[in-house]
């Protein structure tokens, strides 16, 4: 029963920052699924995996489990995380931007192909598939920063 409430204890302390930090998460993995699914299409298959945007999205992945799991400490300790946690936000939002602003750039020149001679069916659906993981990983950035300003915890000061 202890361990019961203590479970309940711990979810009643989630703050929305806590829920927009989780969604950011969500988001963030949407935006590198749709990654390798736009690598892997007619139009953008034949270009090399862009470590940037694979790499830094898993990091990004990566510091986001940590900032969700260190603003719980923080919050429980006491403990001064807070320039810790700050840094974090920053370099989750710097990889997270950094790969999309990557994702696009390796693709602006097909695109424009795209738009231009060979518009079809199938490579309007893979430039689409490349904007909604463009779109994704930007409006991950804009999450990150958004849950930057809140708490994690209520807790949390």
């Known amino acids: 029963v ?30 590198l699924v ?3 699914i736009n690598q892997g299409t007619v139009t953008f298959g034949n270009l090399p995996l862009n470590m940037v945007t694979v790499v830094g999205g898993v990091i990004a992945l990566a510091v986001q489990l940590i900032i ?19 840094l974090a936000y920053v ?4 990889l997270i931007v950094w790969g999309a ?3 696009f750039a390796d693709r602006i020149n097909l695109f424009s192909s795209v738009m231009t ?18 779109a994704a ?5 804009v999450l990150v920063i958004i849950s930057s300003f809140m708490r994690v915890s209520k807790n949390q000061e």
């Open 34 to 36: 749709f990654y390798f």
């Open 91 to 94: 370099v989750e939002a710097v």
């Open 137 to 141: 990983m930007f409006a991950a950035a």
């Open 101 to 103: 602003t990557v994702f």
């Open 2 to 31: 202890h361990r019961r409430e203590t479970k309940m204890k711990a979810l009643k302390n989630l703050s929305l920052g806590f829920y927009v930090g989780v969604l950011a998460f969500i988001v963030e993995v949407v935006a």
């Open 117 to 134: 001679f060979n518009r079809n069916a199938q490579s309007l659906a893979d430039m689409n598939s490349a904007l909604y993981g463009i």
């Open 68 to 86: 969700l799991v260190l603003g719980q400490l923080r919050a429980s300790n006491g403990t001064a995380l807070g320039v810790l946690l700050d």
